[in-house]
Nanobody, 120 residues
Framework: QVQLAESGGGSVQAGGSLRLSCANS????????MGWFRQAPGKEREFVAA????????YYANSVKGRFTISRDVAKNTVYLRMNSLKPEDTAVYYC?????????????WGQGTQVTVSS
């Protein structure tokens, strides 16, 4: 079973930075993808970034491109999301997720989420 646990959320002023972590304490797969999603109050959950575990290819939503960086530590089974130049519109609950097939289409496993609040 995949067990994902996010950490690193908090409150920051606009222009500040945060780094989120997501540790997988369960099973891994030969070729899978990890993603970050977010959900703001009253809005649908949206894709933020993804990374393929084997090759490390990265993908970003246009809204965060150039500001956020996704990375992974294979030895620690942990994925990170470095968020710079944060804006109030980045305020949301951030979730990490695992797609065991590596296609970045369907994520079967989700963490519990971590709150990020950006004040103006």
């Amino acid at each position: 079973q995949v067990q994902l646990a996010e950490s690193g959320g908090g409150s920051v002023q606009a222009g500040g930075s945060l780094r989120l972590s997501c540790a997988n304490s369960g099973r891994t797969f030969s070729n899978y993808a990890m993603g970050w999603f977010r959900q703001a109050p009253g809005k649908e959950r949206e894709f933020v970034a993804a990374i393929t575990w084997s090759g490390g290819s990265t993908y970003y939503a246009n809204s965060v491109k150039g500001r956020f960086t996704i990375s992974r530590d294979v030895a620690k089974n942990t994925v990170y999301l470095r968020m710079n130049s944060l804006k109030p519109e980045d305020t949301a609950v951030y979730y990490c997720a695992c797609d065991p097939r590596g296609t970045r289409v369907r994520y079967d496993y989700w963490g519990q989420g971590t709150q990020v609040t950006v004040s103006s």
